[in-house]
């Protein structure tokens, strides 16, 4: 990751963190249900959340894991996060690290978890960041990593694609889920399952989350309303008055690991 990218990053998440922080979007949800049926955590395990955020998916699993390392590129995120743990009170087990996920400051083996939640879009180098993933898991080490299904139909792609960067500019891209199966392969780790699940976004305050003024807010919502009907039928677009109240996407889940050490 380039040092002027990665700053836009920390400048734009920095500038949002306390927005983040307090979405009560990320809190909860079938994704995270389906992680944690799927990674089976137990009181034995290490967790690296990687991209935190405002730490929610480390407050989620962090009852039932020995310990989660919480990590994420933006030290404001980091505090802002690590304010709202304390403030929900409860746990204990959570230390939040700064760090790049394609250049994780962790040795070789270190975690038996690993959770990857709605980031690896802004990430430069994807194939990088897994690398990572791959050496920082402990053999036979479990992962999930849920991000932004990238629509298989070329314009609807195109949509997402534009609206996405509108929104925020450090969003690079989203992959469909042929490009992850080989991604996830190429990194050397074992893929066990993938799934699709729906997400609703409230508009408004899926925008001002990332900043946006008021103008910027009404550019959006004009790409969106002025959008071809296959783009409206794609992300259920439902609006009243000519606002957009709410659209759905796909988040893709997957599931990974490092493989067993051989036996001889």
């Known amino acids: ?28 949800g079938e994704d995270l249900e389906e992680a ?34 919480a990590s994420d ?15 929900e009170g409860g746990v204990d087990n959570v230390i939040f690290r700064e760090a790049d996920a394609e250049d994780l400051p962790f040795p070789a083996g270190s975690f038996t978890l690993l959770t990857c939640r709605i980031a690896p879009h802004h990430f430069p180098d994807v194939p990088q960041a897994l690398r990572e993933f791959h050496r920082v898991l ?19 792609a195109e949509f997402y694609q534009t609206m996405e960067q509108m929104r925020d500019p450090t969003h690079i891209r989203a992959f469909n889920e042929e490009t992850w199966r080989n991604m996830i392969l190429d990194a ?21 989350r990332a900043g946006l003024n008021r103008k910027e807010i009404q550019e959006l919502n004009k790409f969106f309303m002025e ?28 599931y990974a690991c490092r493989k067993e050490k051989e036996k001889k």
């Not at 404001?76 to 709202?84: F, G, N, P, R, S």
């Not at 039928?233 to 893709?252: M, N, P």
Request: include cysteine; aromatic fraction near 8%; charged fraction near 25%.
């Open 1 to 28: 990751m380039d040092n002027k990218f990665k700053n836009r990053v920390r400048e734009q998440f920095g500038k949002t963190a306390l927005a983040y922080v307090q979405a009560a979007h990320f809190s909860g």
């Open 188 to 208: 050397e780790l074992i893929l066990h399952e993938t799934k699709i699940i729906p997400k609703t976004h409230d508009f408004q305050e899926w925008a001002k």
């Open 73 to 87: 590129l933006t030290m404001q995120m980091l505090k802002k996060a690590q304010e709202h743990l304390a403030e």
């Open 138 to 156: 402990r053999r036979g080490g479990r992962m999930v990593i849920i991000d932004t299904l990238l629509p298989s139909d070329p314009e609807i």
């Open 36 to 69: 944690a049926r799927l990674l089976q955590p137990t009181q034995e395990d290490n967790l690296l959340d990687v991209a935190c955020g405002g730490g929610h998916t480390a407050l989620f699993f962090a009852p039932m894991v020995r310990q989660v390392v």
């Open 227 to 254: 959008a071809p009907q296959k783009v409206h039928d794609y992300f259920k677009i439902e609006s009243f008055a000519g606002e957009v109240e709410t659209y759905t996407d796909q988040k893709l889940l997957i």
